[in-house]
């Protein structure tokens, strides 16, 4: 069974904290994606990452780094939490081709900044 | 730009009823894929369905149907009988070919009541 695991569902973090949300995906994939999802807004990508030590922007970077550095570990940085970051924060990952383009999520973070 | 639109921000419907969810899209791409997401209370995203461009064949699985047809760009799913353990967040998305990303829909919420 495809798994891609987060690191917590919950977490409250105070504002100017350096936040970390880890990702892990058993997949192989080479395609890994942060989203954050607010009410009214539906998913957002935050950044994505086509290969190891690869990275690219999304729609929504500012205020926000990853870091893979391994093909199964897709890590999302809040340098300095602010309480607009208080959100679900969604890691997928994917294959690379033209067959079995879909994404698989994990169960999410619920981030609150305080 | 690609544009995931559903128009139905809500739908409330008794057990057993039929319902179906609306998405239009917008592209430029000549392959693209669709898919189709199902986020329960839980916050998981589950993967339903994918649909190539090339394509057009409509799909059935158990309750679940979607109908695929280009001429609209519309890609609508239809639950038929629906049950309880179906209310959910449903959401549309769109990738284009080679590296390009999943775009949302804003996702329509089903309650499904007994």
């Known amino acids: 069974d495809v798994k891609v695991t987060q690191s917590s569902r919950y977490l409250v973090k105070r504002t100017g904290e350096k936040v970390f949300l880890e990702c892990v995906q058993d997949?192989?994939?080479?395609?890994m994606f942060w989203y954050r999802q607010d009410p009214g807004l539906g998913l957002r990508l935050i950044y994505f990452s086509y290969d190891v030590k690869m990275k690219e922007k999304g729609d929504i970077p500012e205020g926000y780094s990853v870091s893979r550095e391994k093909k199964e570990r897709f890590s999302l940085i809040l340098e300095s939490a602010s309480t607009n970051q208080t959100s679900m924060y969604l890691c997928?990952?994917?294959?690379?081709?033209?067959?079995?383009?879909?994404?698989?999520f994990g169960q999410g973070t619920r981030l609150t900044v305080v | 730009a690609q544009k995931v639109t559903q128009a139905q921000t809500e739908i409330s419907v008794v057990e057993k009823e039929d319902v179906t969810l609306d998405c239009v899209y917008e592209?430029?791409?000549?392959?693209?894929?669709l898919f189709w997401y199902k986020q329960p209370p839980s916050g998981e995203l589950v993967f339903l369905i994918r649909?190539?461009?090339?394509?057009?064949q409509n799909e059935i699985s158990g309750r679940y149907s979607w109908n695929f047809q280009k001429s609209t760009s519309s890609f609508n799913f239809t639950i038929t009988a629906s049950q309880v353990v179906d209310s959910a967040v449903y959401f549309c998305a769109l990738k284009g070919p080679g590296y390009s990303t999943l775009t949302f829909g804003k996702g329509t919420m089903l309650l499904v009541s007994p």
């Open positions: 997949m192989d994939h080479e395609n």
């Open positions: 649909r190539n461009s090339f394509d057009e």
């Open positions: 592209t430029r791409d000549t392959t693209y894929y």
């Open positions: 997928a990952s994917s294959a690379t081709g033209t067959v079995n383009t879909e994404a698989f």
